[in-house]
């Protein structure tokens, strides 16, 4: 065997043993957001700092437009549809009261594909389904909505102010929990949340979800990871 030879085997066997979440880490993957308020361009540039493509959107293309523009390279703009159809991974990002209609106007669009829920319910604005949510679960009550898709509920749990205050800060990272039933699913969000600059905690199925919704005691709890496990009853690793 030559030299050349037995690097590239050296080099594929190494690559073989790369925990999978290093090695989805290195791929580009395109992000679609349904929303380009506050919630969706933040998490968006935290993204495209990390390599990977975004369209935002929104009902209003302008806002959309403006939010891509301001976000710069590799961000574009499209309808809602537009994002669903771009994205390997699809951000929800708006008040929890529409998705009833954005499940409905994205019908099918989002069926096999990882949805990241941000959307939190809050009765005071969003009415029965709010109170639906809340009871049941928002996970549960979410994937309700977007038959097929593979809802992970993650980036709920904190303000985006803190998420632009802390993102990539010192060691001990924040924790950021998330939920869901798709195992693939939750390794590729797990991914993002690291490469967002936090420390991810898995919590369990999407039922769990509802441990870190809001009125829980993991919503806004700022804590770091192994702190946040002991919050949530989960173990510390």
């Given at each position: 065997?030559?030299?050349?030879?037995?690097?590239?085997?050296?080099?594929?066997?190494?690559?073989?043993?790369?925990?999978?979440?290093?090695?989805?880490?290195?791929?580009?993957l395109r992000i679609g957001t349904i929303g380009a308020g506050h919630v969706g361009s933040t998490l968006a540039g935290l993204w495209l700092r990390a390599g990977h493509p975004v369209m935002l959107s929104a009902n209003d293309?302008?806002?959309?437009?403006?939010?891509?523009?301001?976000?710069?390279?590799?961000?574009?703009?499209?309808t809602p549809q537009?994002?669903?159809r771009f994205g390997d991974v699809v951000l929800l990002a708006?008040?929890?009261?529409?998705?009833?209609?954005?499940?409905?106007?994205?019908?099918?669009?989002?069926?096999?594909?990882?949805?990241?829920?941000?959307?939190?319910?809050?009765?005071?604005?969003?009415?029965?389904?709010?109170?639906?949510a809340r009871k049941q679960g928002a996970g549960i009550t979410t994937q309700s909505f977007f038959p097929g898709a593979h809802i992970v509920r993650a980036f709920n749990s904190e303000?985006?102010?803190?998420?632009?205050?802390?993102?990539?800060?010192?060691?001990?990272?924040?924790?950021?929990?998330?939920?869901?039933?798709?195992?693939a699913a939750m390794r590729t969000v797990g991914t993002l949340i690291a490469e967002a600059g936090f420390d991810p905690v898995a919590v369990?199925?999407?039922?769990?979800?509802?441990?870190?919704?809001?009125?829980?005691?993991?919503?806004?709890a700022n804590l770091t990871a192994p702190d946040l496990r002991t919050r949530l009853g989960l173990p510390r690793t």
């Open positions: 065997m030559t030299h050349a030879m037995h690097r590239r085997t050296l080099l594929a066997g190494l690559c073989a043993l790369l925990p999978a979440r290093l090695a989805l880490a290195a791929q580009s293309i302008a806002s959309a437009r403006s939010a891509a523009e301001a976000l710069g390279q590799n961000a574009q703009a499209g537009d994002a669903a708006v008040p929890y009261g529409a998705l009833p209609s954005v499940g409905a106007s994205l019908h099918g669009l989002l069926a096999g594909k990882i949805v990241i829920d941000a959307c939190n319910p809050y009765p005071w604005r969003d009415g029965e389904i709010a109170r639906t303000d985006m102010s803190t998420i632009r205050a802390e993102t990539h800060r010192p060691p001990p990272l924040l924790g950021i929990p998330y939920a869901g039933d798709d195992p369990g199925p999407l039922e769990a979800a509802r441990l870190f919704q809001p009125g829980s005691d993991g919503f806004e």
